[in-house]
């Protein structure tokens, strides 16, 4: 075969076909619009997706905090973080059966206790007290009084030394929580 009769089957292949070379052009024109097209909607689902999770995280986030300050709001009724020296209420001991109960003393208010002590071998008694910033002042028969918390070896006492919770009246006389 010749190079015409080359060029003449194909023509004639060629004019079998129905579609031209623009015809395949638009088909794939066509083609890729419909996948940008599908991408386009993929992404725009997807987008919708994230933007519900990300608004079901703000709105727990909303209701966690919510309820967080419920419940400090009930905490705060509970425990009153401004007197420092209520977290001092109940018993402390000191040596040789000495000891020190701390209680709230309601009637007169916050910031208010009745020390109830045995302060040397010999003496006791209960005497009133009140929150002066950090401490407790009161008066006893030997005077007035000042309890601080300190550790044990700040009490003086050598049987106290490794305590680590105490309260001190003055040098040689402190309590501890066991």
């Keep these: 075969m010749t190079k015409t009769g080359y060029a ?4 004639v292949v ?14 794939a024109n066509t083609g890729v619009q419909k996948a940008g097209s599908a991408a386009d909607r993929l992404a725009d689902r997807t987008d919708d997706w994230g933007d519900r ?13 919510a309820r967080i300050g419920r419940l400090n709001d009930r905490l705060d009724k509970l425990v009153d973080p401004g007197i420092p020296t209520d977290k001092w209420v109940g018993r402390w001991r000191g040596v040789e059966g000495l ?22 071998l010999d003496d006791k008694g209960v005497f009133d ?14 005077g007035q009084q000042v309890l601080r918390e300190t550790d044990g070896t700040a009490t003086g ?15 040689g006389e402190g309590y501890c929580r066991d």
């Design 99 to 120: 000891n020190l109960v701390i209680g709230k003393d309601a009637k007169k208010g916050p910031g208010h206790y009745t020390l109830t002590q045995q302060y040397t």
């Design 14 to 27: 060629l004019a079998g076909c129905k579609q031209t070379a623009s015809d395949i052009g638009n088909a």
């Design 157 to 171: 006492l050598k049987y106290l030394t490794t305590k680590k919770v105490c309260l001190t009246v003055k040098p």
């Design 8 to 11: 003449i089957a194909a023509l």
């Design 129 to 142: 007290g009140h929150a002066v910033g950090d401490t407790i002042q009161f008066t006893r028969p030997d």
């Design 53 to 65: 999770a990300s608004n079901r995280v703000d709105n727990a986030s909303g209701a966690d905090e």
